[in-house]
């Protein structure tokens, strides 16, 4: 089995679909096929369920997923070094889609303005998909609102925000709602996995209820977007609803027994070897004036 194996399983797994591998990979989709095959051959394991055209990975699969990653890194880490040592240093930072747009730019212009001598490479990707990288080793560090991490995981604070209730000028609903009555209207939430999503369903389920959403959505904007046209009552991050409460398209629902603060961290694999440009680049995170 080579390195080519690996990769192609990984893509397969996060694609779910030899064709959408195929296109992410950028090679002609039996090259992919071939690949799985051997990999189920060579080691007489069933690798994936197939369900129509979509895979999804045996039980079997998710464990061997995770130590494909681990190996994939250690060949990145590796390749890393030896960039390095030619005089290339690279930082890889991972961000949730909500701060990934609040706080990666300022970030970004900090790195610039203090590394120059770093070449800073972001993937931004759901709270669950960060965390995973981080324990496979892809990132260095990443930004996250999630509360729930694996033990490995170390966080540090370094902001806060709430999330807040929010629907169209037009829609009829009071000033002020219990998370029972919330979870009867028509609601517009993110996807499962991201760490909104993981604070409002823990809400829910602390009040003994299980939440059935008209529309989930990994796009913050397009839960906007019908929020604003008075189809429903979406649960986003305040600061990225301010303008649009401020101009008036959307209102914020207080919701009156729950409460939906939470801190904004930097997280990172506590196993995690920094070199001194990766600690340097962390403590701008911390010490940043958001």
């Keep these: 089995m080579t390195l080519r194996h690996l990769r192609t399983f990984i893509t397969v797994c996060d694609c779910g679909s030899v064709t959408r591998a195929a296109e992410e990979m950028h090679i002609a989709q039996p090259a992919v096929s071939r690949t799985i095959a051997e990999m189920e051959e060579y080691y007489s394991l069933p690798l994936f369920k197939r369900i129509?055209?979509?895979?999804?990975?045996?039980?079997?699969?998710?464990?061997?997923?995770?130590?494909?990653?681990?190996?994939?890194?250690?060949?990145?880490?590796?390749?890393?070094?030896?960039?390095?040592?030619?005089?290339?240093k690279t930082l890889k930072i991972g961000?949730?889609?909500?701060?990934?747009?609040?706080?990666?730019?300022?970030?970004?212009?900090?790195?610039?303005?203090?590394?120059?001598?770093?070449?800073?490479?972001?993937?931004v990707c759901r709270?669950?998909?960060?965390?995973?990288?981080?324990?496979?080793?892809?990132?260095?560090?990443?930004?996250?609102?999630?509360?729930?991490?694996?033990?490995?995981?170390?966080?540090?604070?370094?902001?806060?925000?709430?999330?807040?209730?929010?629907?169209?000028?037009?829609?009829?609903?009071?000033?002020?709602?219990?998370?029972?009555?919330?979870?009867?209207?028509?609601?517009?939430?993110?996807?499962k996995g991201s760490a909104s999503r993981e604070m409002i369903d823990g809400v829910f389920a602390i009040a003994g209820i299980s939440a059935q959403p008209v529309m989930q959505s990994a796009s913050n904007q397009a839960l906007i977007a019908v929020a604003e046209d008075n189809h429903g009552i979406a649960v986003l991050p305040q600061k990225l609803v301010q303008s649009q409460v401020k101009s008036g398209k959307l209102k914020i629902v207080n919701i009156k027994d729950a409460d939906l603060r939470r801190k904004y961290?930097?997280?990172?694999?506590?196993?995690?070897?920094?070199?001194?440009?990766?600690?340097?680049?962390?403590?701008?995170?911390?010490?940043?004036?958001w």
Excluded: H, W
């Design 265 to 289: 961290c930097v997280i990172y694999n506590k196993s995690k070897k920094f070199t001194e440009e990766q600690t340097r680049a962390l403590a701008l995170c911390e010490k940043a004036n």
């Design 52 to 88: 129509g055209r979509q895979l999804i990975p045996t039980d079997i699969g998710k464990e061997l997923l995770l130590k494909a990653r681990e190996a994939d890194a250690a060949f990145t880490e590796f390749e890393n070094s030896a960039l390095m040592l030619k005089g290339k």
């Design 127 to 191: 709270a669950f998909d960060i965390e995973q990288m981080l324990l496979g080793g892809e990132i260095d560090f990443a930004l996250s609102e999630s509360q729930n991490f694996s033990q490995k995981i170390e966080k540090k604070a370094f902001a806060e925000d709430k999330l807040v209730a929010v629907c169209g000028a037009e829609y009829p609903i009071e000033e002020e709602i219990t998370v029972r009555e919330l979870s009867g209207r028509e609601l517009l939430l993110r996807e």
């Design 95 to 123: 961000a949730t889609l909500t701060i990934g747009k609040l706080y990666i730019p300022t970030l970004l212009t900090a790195i610039k303005r203090e590394l120059p001598e770093i070449c800073t490479q972001v993937t």
